[in-house]
C-alpha cells in the first residue's frame, strides 16, 4: 500500500490530535497520587526480566487506548509493585478541548479517577489517575509557557485482573531497554509506533523510523520525521531511541499542510516523568519497566 494515501486521507494540521472527548470536567481536580509498597516488583526499572515472548494478545506498549470515544495509542508500563501497574498515553486523549484551540493549561480534561479507560486486551477498564494538563493547572503553570506547550502526559492504572496479561515490549520494535534519560541530540534516530485505524493494520504503516530534527521548548519535546507519516490515532505512541531506550511519546501530528509533512512533535518522555514526581502526582518509586530485546527491524 502506497504510504502516501493516508497523508491524503488525513489531508489536515492537527495539533496534539488523537481524537477528541466529548465530555470532562471544567475544573481541574486534585490528582491523587499513586503509592508505594506492596510486593517485589514484576521487574523493577534496569531488574531482573521475568517475561518470556510477548504475544499479541497481552497488554503492551502500543495497544490501543479509547476513553470517551477518543482513541490513541499507549506508549510503556510503568509499576510501583507487583499489584500497581500503569500504562502510559497522552495526556491531550483525555480533553474535549484537544483540537479546539485552547492552551493545555486551561483546557478542560475527563476527571481523575475516570474509571472507564478501555486498553486493548484488558478485561476490565483502566482508571485515569495522572494528565499532566490538570497537574500544570493546579501547579499554576503560565499559559504559553514551554511547559503547558509541550508536558503531554498521562498514567492509566491498569485493574488488578489485567496484570497477569502484561509485557513491556513495545510493538514491533520490542525494547524498552531503559529509560533515555536527559535531552537527546539532533541527528538520532528514533523508532516511532502507532496504532490508528487509519493505518488499517498494515505493520508497515504503523511503524515509523526517522530521526531528531530538532528539540523544542528547552528540552520538553522533539521536532521528529518519520518514513511514514504518524496520523489520528497515533497521538500517546511509543517512541525509541537508536539504543532501544524510551525517549519520547507522540504528542503532536502535523499532517498534510507542511513543507514536511512527515515531521511530528514528540515529548521528553524523562522531562514528562520528573515533572510528575517532583510536583508530588506521581510516587517517586514508579519506573519504567523494561524488555531487554530490541528489534530495529520492527518485526516483533
Not at 500504562?87 to 485552547?102: E, I, Y
Request: aromatic share 6%; net charge negative; glycine share 14%.
Amino acid at each position: 500500500m502506497n504510504k502516501v494515501l493516508i497523508l491524503i486521507a488525513a489531508g489536515c494540521l492537527i495539533a496534539a490530535c488523537g481524537g477528541s472527548s466529548s465530555s470532562g470536567g471544567n475544573t481541574p481536580s486534585s490528582p491523587e497520587a499513586p503509592t508505594g509498597g506492596g510486593p517485589p516488583p514484576v521487574s523493577g526499572g534496569g531488574g531482573a526480566v521475568s517475561f518470556g515472548e510477548p504475544l499479541a494478545t497481552q497488554i503492551r506498549p502500543g495497544v490501543e487506548v479509547v476513553a470517551d470515544g477518543s482513541s490513541c495509542t499507549s506508549n510503556f508500563l510503568y509499576q510501583l509493585n507487583a499489584e500497581t501497574v500503569f500504562l502510559g498515553v497522552a495526556a491531550h486523549c483525555f480533553s474535549p478541548d484537544t483540537n479546539s484551540g485552547v492552551d493545555p493549561c486551561e483546557s478542560r480534561s475527563l476527571d481523575i479517577g475516570f474509571n472507564q479507560v478501555i486498553v486493548e486486551n484488558a478485561q476490565q477498564p483502566a482508571e485515569l489517575v495522572y494528565s499532566s494538563w490538570r497537574a500544570m493547572q493546579e501547579v499554576g503553570e503560565t499559559p504559553g509557557s514551554d511547559a503547558c506547550r509541550y508536558n503531554d502526559f498521562a498514567l492509566v492504572k491498569l485493574h488488578p485482573d489485567d496484570i497477569a496479561n502484561i509485557h513491556p515490549a513495545t510493538v514491533a520494535f520490542g525494547g524498552p531497554v531503559a529509560l533515555a534519560t536527559g535531552t537527546a541530540d539532533v541527528g538520532e534516530d528514533i523508532f516511532l509506533y502507532g496504532h490508528s485505524s487509519l493505518h488499517f493494520g498494515v505493520r508497515e504503516l504503523e511503524t515509523m523510523v526517522g530521526s531528531i530534527v530538532a528539540v523544542e521548548g528547552g528540552g520538553w519535546s522533539y521536532s521528529v520525521s518519520t518514513d511514514t507519516p504518524a496520523v489520528p490515532g497515533d497521538s500517546g505512541g511509543p517512541v525509541l531511541d537508536s539504543q532501544g531506550r524510551a525517549l519520547a511519546a507522540t504528542s503532536v501530528l502535523s499532517v498534510g499542510v507542511r513543507l514536511d509533512p512527515l515531521r511530528n512533535g514528540v515529548v521528553n518522555l524523562d522531562r514528562a516523568l520528573r515533572y510528575a514526581k517532583d510536583n508530588g502526582f506521581v510516587d517517586r518509586g514508579l519506573s519504567l519497566i523494561n524488555w531487554p530485546d530490541f528489534r530495529p527491524g520492527g518485526d516483533l
